[in-house]
Structures are given as structure tokens and as C-alpha cells.
């Protein structure tokens, strides 16, 4: 039976699911979901196009580098803590971790002391991880974040935030209903829960929101990043986090757009026409992170620009030395760089956002690049 078949099934017996549910079963159904079955990511390294989408480190190595010598940066400024683990969250190729790890051959201390740990939910790509990084021995996989306790965590994650479920409220005249997804003829739609829920719109700023606007939420993002920041702050380690999200200003001056997209063979697609044939992903709320890391205990960073980030780690300095080293290649890495940079391409749209215990002054990276990126 298809997926959309067991999803229509599993409505006629439990009623409309959330958004959040749909997402999940679309993504990670283990026969059929989207990346419990394949290799969504497209290349371009060499020009050639193909998968769904295309994730900074997949359009060059110097993404992965600036990430690994950030990390390596944050353990020396905290005093070289002992054990760190170095975890990466949803790898999915493994070439980011791959990309850290070689460039963490100049941070030799942290690489010998380091426990790698990769939370990956998919066989499927679990599989290709193992295969990129074979040259690795020790590394540690798991399907859910969960840390041997006491050891500090130095933790990347990029374009995970945004795969992880979340659920839509819709403001109506009775009041802020939660969108659910139901089933008609066989077919799927959205429809509204009947009672209004407001007591899960937060912050309460977007409770005045015009009728038809929309609220999402990631609850499952926030338990996680607050749980991380929790980590940070008793035992020491550093959280980057990298994603697309929405631009902050626009969000405190009531946003209320719906940003559930679905993508497949790099265009858009209808978010219920074929659950598991596209990537489903949202914007992060950077706002609601930010706060979770703080109640989470930890002092948080950003969200400034990817662009500025990498600029003010050295991703020039880089670029102009790989093309030195190989001609060849020069247009290639120019073009890469400005993809990663540009504000017009992932410069502003990516962000970054950083957790480091409350002790330490400022993250790498981060305090040059000031208040102005802070609103791109
Ligand atoms: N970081 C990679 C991949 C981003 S795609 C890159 O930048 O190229 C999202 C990744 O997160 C995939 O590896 C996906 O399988 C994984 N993932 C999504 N939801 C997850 C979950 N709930 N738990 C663990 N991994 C998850």
C-alpha cells in the first residue's frame, strides 16, 4: 500500500493529524519516507545538477572548514576542556563532518581528545555517512541526540532545524484552530481543528494577528535546542547552529506568513500531493531558538548572517589559497564563494546562531560582525 494510501488509512481511524504528524510520517516512514529512501542532495561541485536541493556543504568544502575551525576556536577559548565530543546533527551526505575533520588536522589536541558523534534518523543515509567517512575509525552513530552525560558537546548543525516537524495555527474569527491534515475521496487536505487553541501561540506579541494569518511552531526544534543549551551550560562545548530562516525584524513586526515548503528536482512542489516525494521543510524561527537557549541556560549568539560568519572566519582568506593551489579551479571556488556569502544568494537568508556557556565573553565570529547583521 502506498504511503498516501496508509496515511488516508490511519485519518479514517484516528481523525485529521497535525501538520507536525504528516511531516514526520512524509520524511521518515521507514519503507517510503523522504530521507529514509534516498539521496536528496544535488551536486554541483562539478557543475552537474541532480537530487532535490543543494546544502552549503555540498557547494564546497570551505563551508565545512570555517565550521570545524569555529568548533576547534570555541574548545581553545574555553581552556581546552578535556573529552569534548564533537557531534554533528542530521549529516546527510557526511561531507560536512568530513570537511571539519580534515581541517581540525590543525587543531591536533581537540582531534585526539574528540569522541565524533553523528545523530543521523536515517538508515539510508547513516549508510552513505559511513561510507564518506570510512577513513575514521570510532565514530559514533545515533538516531536521537543523546550524549554519554558529563563530556562538553561541541555541536554543529546545518539545514537540520528546518526538517524537523512543525505544527500551523490559522487565526480565524473564533480564534487561532490548528490546521490539520484530513483525507477527502482518497485524497489529502487541510482542514481546520474546530476549537480555538490560543494558548499555543507564543509569544503572546502575535496573538493580534489579522484573520488568515498563520503561526508555526516547531515544538520538537525547541525541546531540542533548549535541551542543548541545558548540555552547554552545566558541562562546557559550543552549539552552531546554520539554517534558513525568517528575517527577525519582520518577524517582531507580525509575520504571520506560513512558510511549510515542500521541494523536489529544485523546484517547489504541493505540500500533500505525494507525502515522501519531496523534501518538507520550514523556516526556523530564529527568535524561538534564541529563547529556548537561553532558558536552556547558555549564552546565545546571533542570529547574524551565514555570510558574515564565514567572511569573518576567513572563508576569503581560503577561497584565494585554494585557487592559488589549483588554478584550475578558480572560477569554481569563486563562484562557490559567492554563493555561500552573497547576500543576495545564502548570505542573509542562512543564519547563524551559537550557544556557548555563559562564561565565555564572545563566539568566534560572531562579535565583529555587530548589530547590523544581526537583523539580515
Ligand atoms: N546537514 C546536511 C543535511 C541536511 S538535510 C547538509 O547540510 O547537507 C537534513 C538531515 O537531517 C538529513 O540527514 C536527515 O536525514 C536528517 N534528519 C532529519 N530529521 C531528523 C531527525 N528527526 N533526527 C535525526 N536526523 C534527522
Sequence with gaps: MSLKARIVELIAAQGPISVAQFMTIALHDPQEGYYATRDPFGVSHDGRKGGDFITAPEISQMFGEMLG?????????????AHPLLVELGPGRGTLMADMLRALKAAPEFLKHAKVMMVEASPFLRAMQQETLKAHAGILWQDQFDPPP???????????????????????????????VTARDGELAFVLAPTPVPSAIIPESRMEAPEGGVYETSPGA???????????????GAALLVDYGHD?????????????????????????????????????????????????????????????????????????????????????????????????????????????????????????????????
Design 222 to 236: 525547541l525541546a531540542l535546542a533548549e535541551d542543548i543549551a541545558r548540555l552547554i551550560a552545566a558541562s562546557g
Design 69 to 81: 575551525l569555529w568548533l576547534a576556536q570555541a574548545w581553545d577559548e574555553q581552556g581546552r576542556p
Design 248 to 376: 527577525a525584524q519582520k518577524q517582531q513586526a507580525g509575520g504571520f506568513a506560513e512558510t511549510l515548503q515542500a521541494v523536489g528536482d529544485h523546484a517547489f512542489a504541493e505540500v500533500l500531493a505525494a507525502p515522501s516525494a519531496h523534501d518538507l521543510s520550514a523556516h526556523v524561527d530564529f527568535v524561538a531558538l534564541e529563547q529556548a537557549g537561553r532558558r536552556g541556560g547558555a549564552s546565545v549568539h546571533g542570529p547574524i548572517g551565514q555570510g558574515a560568519l564565514l567572511q569573518a572566519l576567513g572563508i576569503e582568506l581560503r577561497a584565494r589559497s585554494l585557487a592559488t593551489r589549483n588554478p584550475a579551479n578558480g572560477s569554481q571556488i569563486a563562484a562557490a564563494l559567492q554563493r555561500l556569502t552573497s547576500p543576495e544568494e545564502m548570505g542573509t537568508l542562512f543564519k547563524a546562531l551559537a550557544f556557548l556557556p555563559l562564561s565565555a565573553a564572545t563566539a568566534p565570529g560572531f562579535a565583529r560582525a555587530g548589530v547590523p547583521h544581526a537583523a539580515a
Design 150 to 180: 558529563g563530556r562538553p558537546v561541541f555541536l554543529v548543525a546545518n539545514e537540520f532545524f528546518d526538517a524537523l516537524p512543525i505544527r500551523q495555527y490559522v487565526k480565524t474569527a473564533r480564534g487561532w484552530c490548528e490546521r490539520m
